[in-house]
């Protein structure tokens, strides 16, 4: 089973910017990132393929926020540029063993980071 820890989360003024990291201990295949708020449901942010040759972002994040990931470090990253109070959620990592290419769906990844707060100040 592969192991993620995500990174780099904290509290940044609105229009800031934050980069997330991920360090998964193995391989993978896609890796996304998921965001939830309070009292909301987790929702998708972006995927990466295992090339990393194609992305994919959420219509709220599009323009915005930038993934990519290393695969000679087992890393994978979400740049996060112009936030919004809006974007204040924890941030998770997921990691499919399953898929080359990305998906949307929560259902389709196998392995979690733990998460990392990100806050962002009006």
């Known amino acids: 089973q592969v192991q993620l820890v995500e990174s780099g989360g904290g509290l940044v003024q609105a229009g800031g910017s934050l980069r997330l990291s991920c360090a998964a201990s193995a391989g993978y295949y896609a890796m996304g990132w998921f965001c939830q708020a309070p009292g909301k449901e987790r929702e998708f942010v972006a995927w990466?393929?295992?090339?990393?040759?194609?992305?994919f972002y959420s219509d709220s994040v599009k323009g915005r926020f930038t993934i990519s990931r290393d695969n000679a470090k087992n890393q994978e990253y979400l740049q996060m540029n112009s936030l919004k109070p809006e974007d204040t959620a924890v941030y998770y990592c997921a990691a499919s063993s399953k898929y080359y290419s990305g998906s949307s769906d929560s259902a389709d990844y196998d392995d979690w980071g733990q998460g990392t707060q990100v806050t962002v100040s009006s």
């Open positions: 990466i393929n295992w090339t990393g040759e194609k992305t």
